[in-house]
Every structure is written in structure tokens, then in C-alpha cells.
């Protein structure tokens, strides 16, 4: 079955910086790709997603970037804000079943 | 409702007893999902709904799990015998399931389950 690696578990950036989150998935029929933010006390709520027939989408300060060959696919958080600080987990799609990541804490320090 | 539901938002129990978890899907949504995230870990997925039927009940850690659907609406999650290990908050999702819109999930904020 599918498997997604995500990486780093923590993050910790400046205000303004980039954050960028990698995550790799193992199995080649995965064809959708997810974000999710999981904010303190609440379920995760998407952000952004990508289709395998995409490279990279872009959402205000947010990219996805997507390399198919190599089975890597990143988020990217430019100019961070302190409201960006809670868990990411990435996820990989095929049919109907979703497969997270073990998900990463961002910390923004103002 | 204008989101999914879950009941009760915390429940503490005591070793060996039975637990049953509730999900109120958004309405229209036939697809269903239950996942289980232990503390500062990931989401594990548990089982999945397309409409009352189950055709992926793989992610069950054991026979004491089961699932049942009405229809396209009201999901039950039972853990039965808990042990301590089943501390976790028990998340559940829904989703169009129509196409590639229908793989966003919308998810509830969770049961946290306590096992004293």
C-alpha cells in the first residue's frame, strides 16, 4: 500500500521567512496530492492540493511543487506570518483513500 | 449542518469498556472516512464509506473496531473492550466522492478518547 515520508517533523522560521516541508510517497498510481493545516483543538482543513498531470500550483503565498519521476512533492510558505504556526501534513491520493503524512510543526516566531 | 459533526468532542472511559463514536457527515456527502491521529503523530486511516457500504475496511487495528453507516448520513465508530492503547483522537471525514473535487475532505474536530 501507499506510504508518504514527511520531513522535517519541526520547523521553526523567522516572521517573513520561507518554510518549505518535503514529503516523498511510494506508490506510482497516487495521483492527488493534499495539504492539510491542523490548527490546535480542530481537524485538518486543505490549503492547497495538486494533480499528477501538475508541476507546481501556486496559491497567494503558497506553492506546491510536484516531481512524479522522483515521487517527491514539497510546500512552500513564503513570508510567513505568526497565523501560519500550526501542523502540516502532507498526503498522497489514489481513488478514494488518502494517506498522511506524519505531519510537521511549524513554528513562525514573531 | 454547515460542517461535519463529531460526538462527544471528549470521552474518558475506563479499561474494558465499550465506546461508540459519532459522525454527523455535510449533507450530500456520500463518501466517509474515519482516520486516528495518537498524540503528536499522524493521521492513521481506519476505514472508508461510499454511501452505507465499506469497501475498504483495511486500516481496523483489530476485531474490537467496527463501523457502521446509515444511508449517507450518520456514521458510528465502536471500540469495544478499550484498552489503554486506543487514547487517541478519533477523527472522521467526509468528501464528495465525485471526481477529483470529491477527494477534499472535510473533516470534524474530533473525539479525544481517553482509556483510564
Known amino acids: 500500500g501507499e506510504n508518504v515520508e514527511q520531513h522535517p517533523s519541526t520547523l521553526s522560521v523567522q516572521e517573513g521567512d520561507s518554510a518549505v516541508i518535503k514529503c516523498t510517497y511510494s506508490d506510482s498510481a497516487s495521483n492527488y496530492f493534499p495539504w492539510y493545516k491542523q490548527e490546535l483543538g480542530k481537524g485538518p482543513q486543505l490549503i492547497i492540493d495538486?494533480?499528477?498531470?501538475?508541476g507546481e500550483k501556486k496559491d497567494q503565498r503558497i506553492a506546491v511543487t510536484l516531481n512524479k519521476t522522483a515521487k517527491h512533492f514539497s510546500l512552500h510558505i513564503t513570508e510567513t506570518q505568526p497565523e501560519d504556526s500550526a501542523v502540516y501534513f502532507c498526503?498522497?491520493?489514489?481513488?478514494?483513500?488518502?494517506?498522511f503524512g506524519a505531519g510537521t510543526r511549524l513554528f513562525v516566531k514573531a | 449542518g454547515a460542517g461535519v459533526s463529531q460526538s462527544p468532542s471528549n470521552k474518558v472511559t475506563e479499561k474494558g469498556k465499550d465506546v461508540e463514536l459519532r459522525c454527523d457527515p455535510i449533507?450530500?456527502?456520500?463518501?466517509l472516512y474515519w482516520y486516528r491521529q495518537r498524540l503528536g503523530q499522524g493521521l492513521e486511516f481506519l476505514i472508508y464509506f461510499q454511501g452505507n457500504s465499506a469497501p475498504d475496511k483495511s486500516g481496523l487495528p483489530s476485531d474490537r473496531f467496527s463501523a457502521e453507516r446509515t444511508g449517507e448520513s450518520v456514521s458510528t465508530l465502536t471500540i469495544q473492550r478499550t484498552q489503554q492503547e486506543d487514547s487517541a483522537v478519533y477523527l472522521c471525514a467526509s468528501s464528495l466522492a465525485l471526481g477529483v473535487a470529491g477527494r477534499k475532505l472535510f473533516f470534524g474536530s474530533g473525539t479525544q478518547l481517553s482509556v483510564l
Open positions: 449533507s450530500g456527502h456520500t463518501a
Open positions: 498526503a498522497a491520493g489514489g481513488g478514494f483513500k488518502t494517506i
Open positions: 495538486i494533480r499528477s498531470n501538475v
